[in-house]
Nanobody
């Protein structure tokens, strides 16, 4: 069984920075993608950033140039460095691990990021 635990959320002023971390436990393969999604109040969960095997990354247009995803395979941890935060970045941020061969998705419980004006 895979467990994901996020940390690093909090309250920050617009223009500020935060770094989220997600520690994975269980059977983790570096060949499977890990990423971050977010869900704002009243909205659907959306992709923020994902990193796949070989270091490839993909970002939502709304965060390109501001957010950076990275992964430490030795620690089974994925990070999300968030800079130049905007109030519209306010959401619960969820860590995701996708097992390719089974199409199984694992989710963390989420961490709240609140960006004030």
């Amino acid at each position: 069984q895979v467990q994901l635990v996020e940390s690093g959320g909090g309250l920050v002023e617009a223009g500020g920075s935060l770094t989220l971390s997600c520690a994975a436990s269980g059977i983790i393969s570096s060949n499977n993608p890990m990423g971050w999604y977010r869900q704002a109040p009243g909205k659907q969960r959306e992709l923020v950033a994902v990193t796949s095997s070989g270091g490839g990354t993909n970002y939502a247009d709304s965060v390109k140039g501001r957010f950076t995803i990275s992964r430490d395979n030795a620690k089974n941890t994925v990070y999300l460095q968030m800079n130049s935060l905007k109030p519209e970045d306010t959401a619960v941020y969820y860590c995701n691990y996708w097992v390719r061969w089974s199409d199984m998705n694992y989710w963390g419980k989420g961490t709240l990021v609140t960006v004030s004006f």
